[in-house]
């Protein structure tokens, strides 16, 4: 059985008092994650409960009273594993939860699965303070690609590549292969496992606009077209600033109604937004963010691109936005940064907060790589680091260079 990385880290989790919460968008395998724990639960003799509130008569059942959660638990003397999955289609989800965990915290442990609505809500972190342990699913890593995908003896060999500094694969050429697909197709599970290029093409269409549909309407957004017509622009303008008047004017809509749908974006986990850097220098941007799409399967099908990078215009902010990505995977977005300056100057990705400090420039090819270019961002912050990041030409030191 294939398992993310994040089976691990719940799994580690059932032991905890507090309540699991596992967060992400849609079609990124979280029930299906739900259903390889409770599995093991089963293999463990661990008491277990399943709940999809997709189910009507259970949701009624629970909204009426979260108490009534106990009429599942067959062994009300054991400690029971209660499963609950889109618990955001509860009427009062923070409440339900909170009540459950002051009052039966020894007896049942809850494991839930929520997307989009659910967490705009900002009364759900607050009221379930130190009672919760939030985890993100993201859509799947490169290393998550091939093992889904059946390209397990590649995956073996990036093991090898990144054991040996001067190892070199005979299969450096498949790994390329696959990885171009990767950044095409990107990461859904569903899309991974089709093998043919078309349906995943329809597959990726059908989570846009099916799917994101169902986040638009739980966010009681009433202007879909609007609303699709700036994921669209984000998705072209990815790696780019934020300036929110120039996308009111653009969509002819109110500032606050951009804020609103780039928040609902957000939370959905659609787009991130990335803060710039700033040392307290006068001549530096402080107030814009940058946007970046979290999964370049959905990054394409919106700008309908699904040509080989060589071919492709923006193959320097496809490369930048998967960067992001891998980086985001690995530190958490809120310790990703950009510098730039009101003269221009800029350096993609500021790591100031990890464990060794680092500034990356993303290119996509290194000969076009200039390091005179980066004279004042050196000079103005000696302490960090300059790291280049290029895609190609595609060698075995590209997986060392972003390991």
Known sequence: ???????????????????????????????????????????????????????????????????????????????TVIFVDEIQYLKDASNFLKLLYDEYAGKLKIVATGSSAFYIDDHFRDSLAGRKKLFHLSTCSFEEYLEIGGKSELLVETGKILAKKDFRSTKIELLGIEWEKYMTYGGYPSIITETDTEEKVLRLKEIRDSFVKRDILEAGIKNETAFYSLFKILAEQSGSMVNVNELASTLRIKNETIVKYLTVLQKCFHIAMVKPYSGNIR????????VYILDLGMRNCLLNNFQKLNFRADRGEQWENQLFRILADKYGIDDIHFWRTTAGNEVDFILADIFEPKAIEAKYDQNSIKPSKYKIFNRTYPSLPLIFAWLHPFDEDFFRRIS
Do not use: W
């Not at 399943?50 to 009273?65: G, H, K, V």
């Not at 001549?283 to 940058?290: A, C, F, G, S, V």
């Open 283 to 290: 001549k530096e941007l402080t107030k814009m963010q940058k």
């Open 1 to 79: 059985m294939i398992r993310r990385k994040l089976f691990f880290d719940l799994q580690a989790h059932l032991l905890k008092k507090e309540f699991s919460i596992v967060t992400g968008a849609r079609q990124t395998g979280k029930t299906t994650l739900l259903r390889q724990l409770e599995e093991y639960c089963h293999k463990q003799e661990i008491p277990v409960v399943f709940l999809n509130l997709e189910n009507r008569q259970i949701l009624e059942e629970l909204n009426q009273s979260p108490l009534n959660i106990l009429r599942f638990i067959s062994d009300a003397d054991k400690r």
